[in-house]
């Protein structure tokens, strides 16, 4: 496994890897690798010929009263997991190579990247566009692959790529959840116990939505109240939103039907998290 740090280097021999002809998959992390980026990973790997990897803290999609500096980060650890895969090449650039001190280009997507977990965090998906933008760039795969834990992050990336002509496909694969239930997160590692436990509501909340959809519920109300209560129960949980919206438009729908995303994130203590599932 390759490990390139600048974009000097990484262009040609991609370039070179493409021109003999092979199908190249990128997958994109901030690093401290769990089951849920390796998921990715493999699906890339099974699916693709050649697969590149990248690990870079995105510094522009994290406001300043956000977690940068305390992101937790473990860079060799990350290599170690990504070779076991069978990772071709793994991108991992400085700060100073994606954003020189004269950067000035930033991408938008509008309307989407303001709605659910751009009401309470207005720059990240100006960042995270901008950064995906920046790397399908560099990196040039067919495929790139995002995780629906992510599940608006997806529909951006979706819409920009289209907006722009691009001709990469973004593969989206599911959630990868704990034996309890928890969506994977590199921001798990914050949680103690008591807030590990607490941690719990969100998936619970959404079990309880299914199960009233599976009992043929399709008032949006009567779910967002049931999720809402679930979580009120939770003394440490604190709602930032919960929200029934179409995966077109990331607007509020009243009736739920198939394909009807479910999405909420839930401060435990000070720690913000989130989930979705797909109706
Ligand atoms: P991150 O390092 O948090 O930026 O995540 C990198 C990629 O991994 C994104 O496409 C995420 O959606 C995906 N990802 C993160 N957690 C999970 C998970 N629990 N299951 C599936 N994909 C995930």
Request: glycine fraction near 4%.
């Amino acid at each position: 496994m390759e490990v390139v740090s600048t974009i000097d280097r990484i262009k040609p021999i991609l370039k070179e890897i493409k021109a003999a002809g092979n199908k190249v998959g990128f997958v994109a992390t901030m690093g401290f690798l769990h089951e849920g980026h390796l998921s990715l990973v493999r699906e890339s790997i099974r699916t693709m010929d050649y697969t590149v990897a990248s690990v870079f803290v995105n510094p522009a999609q994290f406001a300043p009263n956000e977690d940068l500096a305390e992101y937790p980060r473990d860079i060799e650890r990350d290599l170690a997991l990504l070779e076991k895969e069978g990772v071709n090449l793994v991108f991992s650039p400085s700060v100073e190579e994606m954003y020189p001190e004269d950067y000035k280009t930033y991408v938008e997507v509008h309307d989407l990247q303001s709605r659910l977990c751009g009401v309470s965090r207005p720059i990240f998906f100006r960042g995270v566009c901008t950064i995906v933008l920046k790397l399908l760039h560099i990196v040039n795969p067919d495929v790139a692959f995002f995780g629906q834990k992510d599940a608006q992050q997806a529909i951006i990336l979706k819409k920009m790529v289209q907006d722009l002509n691009m001709d990469v496909l973004i593969a989206v694969t599911p959630i990868v959840r704990e034996p309890d239930g928890l969506a994977m997160s590199s921001r798990n590692t914050y949680l103690d116990e008591h807030q590990r436990q607490a941690a719990l509501c969100l998936y619970r909340s959404l079990e309880k939505a299914r199960s009233l959809v599976d009992k043929s519920e399709q008032s949006a109300l009567k779910i967002r109240e049931a999720i809402r209560a679930e979580i009120f129960a939770e003394p440490k949980a604190e709602i930032d939103y919960v929200e029934i919206v179409n995966t077109r438009n990331l607007l509020p729908v009243n009736v739920v039907e198939r394909g009807t995303l479910i999405a909420l994130a839930v401060f435990i203590d000070k720690i913000r998290l989130i989930d979705n599932i797909i109706v």
